[in-house]
């Protein structure tokens, strides 16, 4: 299943044709961009067992439940004053979504698939205040290939820093995935699309690297760290980054199977072009090298020996070919 119209699509506890799966154009998340997402990859384990696994479903809709609490839609809040409104909250826990999840991809069939859980404000009321508004659950699985293109895992990418900064702190939450902070994202695509760039590369307000439009990103330096040993940086969580799941995979996979030194930190735009590799982390980019950045060749200008050891050990996990020790696969039965 695709974006053709086929399809099911689990809403609000049923699971509704493609086509089916509407709301009202009054809804809030229309108007104001009140939505929560996730994205998430289950991967079809054909060269070894046939089963089809969902990477780390468990922490996106941990993330998912995180962006939801922080916009007030989860039950969390103490009524600690008389409310005049009607106050819907999420009526779904982590485990219902997470087997609501698994739901829509059996009813779907697909081994290879794209799981996009969004939680959202719908209709009641046209003011900015969100809390008259039902909180709604959809869940959409459809096949999507290589996000950043075909061989952008091996040859890498071209990219360029974007024109658009990263937002501010205490203006929207970093930390959360929202519909809201994606139209920052959508600027900073455009931009790089436009000048003939694959993805850019947002800097934070104060000038160092946050991340790519929907990716994490490292850095990497052969032989620099302590003892002779590679060294990576990632910007820390507090350079308006989205705590990736698979930003975290690499950072676990660097520490405990690679030995590599890595450290969080404010990275300055100089140093992008004067590392040994860089590359991008995420659950659509997996993990993509980048060669060139405003058009200088980084590195060799093609992907280096650490983004192709940290993609053999993240996809050999994945593939069953090695133990998944920390229990990152969620196995769904579609037969």
Known sequence: MGFDGNGRIWMNGELVDWNDATIHVGAHVIHYGTSVFEGIRMYHRESTDGKSAIFRLRDHIQRLYNSAKMYRMTPDEMPLRERNVKDDRLKYSIEEIERACIETLQANGDRDAYIRPVVFRGYAGLGVDPRPCPVDLVILTWRWGKYLGEGALEQGVDVCVSNWNRFAPNTLPALAKTGANYMNSQLI???????????????????????????????????????????????????????????????????????????????????????????????????????????????????????????????????????????????????
């Open 189 to 335: 695509k455009m931009d790089a699309l436009e000048n003939g760039y694959v993805e850019g590369i947002a800097l934070n307000t104060d000038g160092y690297v946050s991340e790519g439009s929907g990716e994490n990103l490292f850095v990497a330096f052969h032989g620099k760290g302590r003892g002779g040993k590679d060294q990576l940086i990632t910007p820390p969580l507090g350079a308006s980054v989205l705590p990736g799941i698979t930003r975290h995979t690499i950072l676990t996979l660097c520490e405990e199977v690679l030995g590599m030194e890595v450290h969080e930190a404010m990275i300055p735009r100089e140093m992008l072009y004067i590392a040994d590799e860089v590359f991008f982390t995420g659950t659509a980019s997996e993990v993509t090298p980048i060669r060139s950045i405003d058009q200088i060749r980084i590195g060799s200008g093609k992907r280096g020996p650490i983004a192709e050891r940290l993609q053999d050990e993240f996809f050999a996990i994945i593939d069953g070919e090695k133990a998944d020790k920390h229990g990152w696969l969620t196995f769904a039965d579609l037969d």
